[in-house]
Nanobody
């Protein structure tokens, strides 16, 4: 059974940094897409960053500020978030999928292709 558990969320001033972690169980990373999504109140869930084998995707809004990484030995992947902005306030979810390729996709059907963590709140006060 695939299990994903996020940690590292919190409240940080604009311009600050946070690192989110996602501890995974029930699968190994080979062949899986590993991603971070976020969902702000009243908005659709969006993919923030994704990595699968050698391919990495970042949403335009976070490119240059966020970095996705993984530690295969610990079965954990991360999202380092620097220069956080108030519009980054959202619930962040880690996700994995052995089906999809990384990219700027969305939609209810697309979300069913992923395994999900429970989410962690990130707040950047304006």
């Amino acid at each position: 059974e695939v299990q994903l558990v996020e940690s590292g969320g919190g409240s940080v001033q604009a311009g600050g940094s946070l690192r989110l972690s996602c501890a995974a169980a029930g699968f190994t990373f080979d062949g899986y897409a590993l991603a971070w999504f976020r969902q702000a109140p009243g908005k659709e869930r969006e993919v923030v960053s994704c990595v699968k084998r050698g391919d990495t995707y970042y949403a335009a809004s976070v490119k240059g500020r966020f970095t996705i990484s993984r530690d295969n030995a610990k079965n954990t992947f991360y999202l380092q978030m620097n220069s956080l902005k108030p519009e980054g306030t959202a619930t962040y979810y880690c996700a994995s999928s052995h089906i999809v390729l990384c990219g700027p996709k969305s939609g209810t059907e697309y979300y069913t292709l992923w395994y999900w963590g429970q989410g962690t709140q990130v707040t950047v006060p304006s």
